[in-house]
C-alpha cells in the first residue's frame, strides 16, 4: 500500500542563463526577444528532470511518504536520466511506461531579475495508457494528479474513476492550460477530487474573478472538499467550507521559480496525510516551496520530513469563519 501514488509529467530541463540578452521590455511587460540571424553566447547551462508528476514524487518520498510514479517516457538517454533520479529518490518506478517516442524535454529561458520562460515539448507525457497500468498493484491512499493532456488527460479520468471505486481519496493540481479550457472540461475530475490546489491566476480562469471568498465558495461548489489557492508573494489561503485559512509567504530571494507550485501542493498534501491539520499543511507547503525558490532545478532544495518540521516553527496560520 503507498500513502500516494502521482500521475503527471516528467521531463529533462536544460536550464539557459542568457544574462539579458534575450529579455526586452516592451510597452507592457518584459519579454523574449529573439534576433535572428545572430549567435548567442549563453552564460550558463544546467539539465535537471522536472514535469510535475516527477517533482511532486520526489518532494513526497523526502517527506517520509511510500511513493509511486506513473508516467510515461521514450526508451532512449533521457527515459534512463527519469528513472536513475526516481530509483535514487525511494519511488517506486513499476507503473512507468516506456516505449516507443520521445521523454518530454523542456528549455528554460532565464535571466537574473525575470521570470523564466519555458519551452516545452511533452513528447510521450501524451500517451499515458489506461489500460496499460497494472491495476492490481494499484493500491494506495491517495492520488496526487498534476496537469496531463490528449489520451494521457483521459486515463487520468479513468483514475478518477477507479480512485472513486476503490476509496482513493485524490489531490488535484491542474495548471492555465487546463483551466483555460473551462469549469467543464475538467469536471469529472473536479467531483471526484478531495483537495483541489491551484494558483490565482488559473482560480481567475476557471470561476472568473472576484474576492477570496467568492472564488473559493465558487470553486468548492465544483466538487472538491478542500481548496488551496495560492499567489506569489501574496497570502495562500485555504477553506474547506466553514474556515478560511491565511498564511503570509516570507520574503525570499528568488533564483528560479520552476517546481515551486509542485512543491507546494505536494507538502501541503504531505501535511494532511502526516496529521489531517490543515495549518500544519499549510505551513510545510509554504516551507518547502520557499526552499525550493532558493536554487536552479524543481527537487534540488526540497526538504526532508526533519527538515520542514524546522523551518514551520515560528509559522502563523490565520483562521476565520468563512
Known amino acids: 500500500m503507498f500513502d500516494v ?19 526586452k521590455k516592451s510597452f507592457f511587460k518584459t519579454c523574449v526577444i529573439v534576433p535572428f540571424g545572430t549567435k548567442i553566447v549563453i552564460e550558463n547551462l544546467k539539465f535537471d528532470i522536472g514535469g510535475g508528476g516527477t517533482n511532486t514524487a520526489v518532494a513526497f ?6 511513493t509511486a510514479y506513473i508516467g510515461s517516457v521514450g526508451l532512449g538517454t533521457n527515459s ?37 520562460t519555458i519551452l516545452t515539448f511533452k513528447g510521450n507525457n501524451d500517451t499515458l495508457d489506461y489500460d496499460k497500468i497494472n491495476k492490481k498493484d494499484l493500491k494506495s491512499k491517495w492520488f496526487y494528479f498534476s496537469a ?28 492555465s492550460y487546463l483551466v483555460k479550457k473551462g469549469a467543464k472540461y475538467i469536471e469529472y475530475i473536479l ?7 491551484l494558483n490565482k491566476e488559473e ?3 476557471l470561476v472568473g474573478k472576484n474576492t ?32 478560511l485559512y491565511s498564511i503570509k509567504p516570507n520574503h525570499v530571494k528568488v533564483v528560479d521559480a520552476t517546481g515551486a507550485g509542485d512543491a507546494f501542493a505536494s507538502s501541503f498534501l504531505a501535511g494532511i496525510i502526516k496529521n489531517g491539520d490543515i495549518e500544519f499543511a499549510m505551513k510545510m507547503g509554504l516551507a518547502n516551496a520557499q526552499s525550493k525558490l532558493a536554487d ?5 532544495k526540497l526538504l526532508t520530513y526533519k527538515e520542514i518540521l524546522e523551518k514551520i516553527k515560528n509559522m502563523k496560520v490565520i483562521k476565520q469563519l468563512r
Not at 518520498?61 to 511510500?66: P, T, V, W
Not at 535514487?88 to 516507443?100: C, G, L, P, R, Y
Not at 536552479?296 to 534540488?300: C, V
Open 5 to 23: 501514488i502521482t500521475v503527471g509529467s516528467a521531463t529533462v530541463d536544460t536550464f539557459i542563463n542568457t544574462g539579458n540578452q534575450l529579455f
Open 212 to 243: 477570496i471568498k467568492h472564488t473559493i465558495k465558487k470553486l468548492l461548489s465544483l466538487g472538491p472538499e478542500l481548496v488551496v489557492i495560492t499567489d506569489g508573494q501574496n497570502p495562500v489561503y485555504a477553506s474547506e467550507g466553514k474556515y
Open 148 to 175: 496531463m493532456l490528449n489520451k494521457s488527460f483521459e486515463t487520468q479520468k479513468k483514475l478518477a474513476e477507479f480512485a472513486k471505486k476503490n476509496k482513493i481519496k485524490i489531490a488535484y493540481n491542474p495548471s
Open 191 to 197: 467531483k471526484r477530487t478531495n483537495i483541489l490546489v
Open 203 to 205: 482560480a481567475g480562469y
Open 61 to 66: 518520498s523526502r517527506l517520509g511518504l511510500k
Open 80 to 116: 534512463k536520466r527519469v528513472f536513475d533520479l526516481l530509483k535514487k529518490e525511494n519511488v517506486d518506478t513499476s507503473f512507468i511506461q516506456a516505449e516507443e517516442g520521445r521523454t518530454g524535454f523542456s528549455v528554460i529561458l532565464d535571466a537574473s531579475g525575470h521570470d523564466r
Open 296 to 300: 536552479y532545478g524543481a527537487k534540488s
